[in-house]
């Protein structure tokens, strides 16, 4: 557990990074620190492991004020990760990955073997294990980076920025990845982020500065959204939180609608006679998983010489809702289906039923009553 007591940083030019900071990180959870620039994120990060010393109050970590530790050995239990990795450019990865183990006295052959396994745990393909930094992509390397700091099976890890300099789908893959990690590790990880949808994504509490290094709000992502402290933290949050807030709903009790189906290679005489010559029929693989709609107006359906059905008659589908998640996926999949029926598969990808977009909203709705919000029903 991390605890900052009024913990205060005060620079020689007067600059107040931190102030009066009073906040828990509970072990074994992943806690964001979000923010605009400036607002102290990366001062409170680092006065936990004492790169940064509190000018007044005080950081305990397991209990213990850091002031009274041993820098070395403190940060010995704490890994570290920044932007752009931090690796050293003229070692190789595993001897990268190796560097805390062996100044913790590890012998090479130990240190490099923990190195080969922390490669694989980060998703890292062994025979890179011999290159240079620079002969890996942004995202490798961040992943090198994280693996250097579990080298020495820390369990603190302090994680500032760490992929901020990837494209946004690296960004995302590297996030699951953390999330996977954590999962098997349990570490207490205090993370920064300028980026709110990176902090609600992987927070369990979510911790947010303003400025002058003020805390506005510390809590769960879904609260956040829900129920932002003031102005700034409704602000920061930004435009559609009620819509991402749908990401924390499960959308369980959906009930799903039926369409008419066919399978890719399928004749015109093989259409089911249920499907009209009005309605979208949603097209299947051999496996039941969905491969696009066929529209009421295909050429296909109206030509009586049409051969086999093929992908290429096909009009693309939507995003495809996998049963028990959010109700922001089950939105996203009815608003963006061509039919305007979003389709639900099992957790193998396999055609299950569709909804409709009124059918979310009724969920929403039915869940805000139940928790005694207002419903659209009642007007004042
Ligand atoms: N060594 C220093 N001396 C004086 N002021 C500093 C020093 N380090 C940081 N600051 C100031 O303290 C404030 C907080 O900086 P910090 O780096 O903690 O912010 P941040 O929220 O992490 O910002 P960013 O998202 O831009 O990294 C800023 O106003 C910064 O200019």
Known sequence: MIEFQSATKRFPDGTVAVRELDLTVEAGTITVFVGPSGCGKTTSLRMVNRMVEPTSGTVLVDGVDVLSSDPARLRRGIGYVIQHAGLFPHRTVLDNIAT??????????????????????????????????????????????????????????????????????????????LLRLQNDLD??????????????????????????????????????????????????????????????????????????????????????????????????????????????????????????????????GGSLHTDG?????????????PSGLGVVVDDSGRYRGVITPSRVLDLVERRRSKRGGPSAGATT
């Open 325 to 337: 998640g959010a109700l922001r996926g089950a939105l996203d999949a009815a608003l963006s289906a």
């Open 187 to 316: 570490k207490t990880v205090v993370f920064v982020t300028h980026d709110i949808d990176e902090a609600v994504r992987i927070g369990e509490r979510v911790a947010v500065f303003a400025e002058g290094g003020r805390l506005a709000q510390y809590v769960a992502p879904a609260e956040l959204l829900a129920s932002p402290a003031d102005d700034f933290v409704a602000d920061f949050v930004g435009r559609d939180r009620g819509y991402r807030g749908l990401s924390f709903l499960p959308a369980s009790d959906l009930a799903l609608g039926e369409v008419a189906t066919t399978e890719v290679g399928a004749t015109r005489g093989g259409l089911s006679a249920e499907a009209s010559a009005e309605d979208w029929v949603l097209v299947l693989d051999g496996d039941r998983r969905p491969r696009g709609w066929l529209a009421p107006d295909s050429p296909w359906r109206r030509d009586r010489d049409a051969g086999e059905l093929a992908e290429s008659d096909l009009v693309a």
């Open 100 to 177: 805390v183990p062996l100044l913790s006295g590890w012998t090479r052959r130990k240190a490099r073997s923990r190195a080969a396994e922390l490669l694989e745990l980060v998703g890292l393909a062994g025979e890179l294990g011999s290159r240079y930094p620079a002969q890996l992509s942004g995202g490798q390397q961040q992943r090198v980076g994280v693996a250097r700091a579990l080298a020495a099976d820390p369990p603190v890890l302090l994680m500032d920025e760490p992929f901020s300099a990837v494209d946004p789908v690296v960004r995302e893959g590297l996030q699951d990845e």
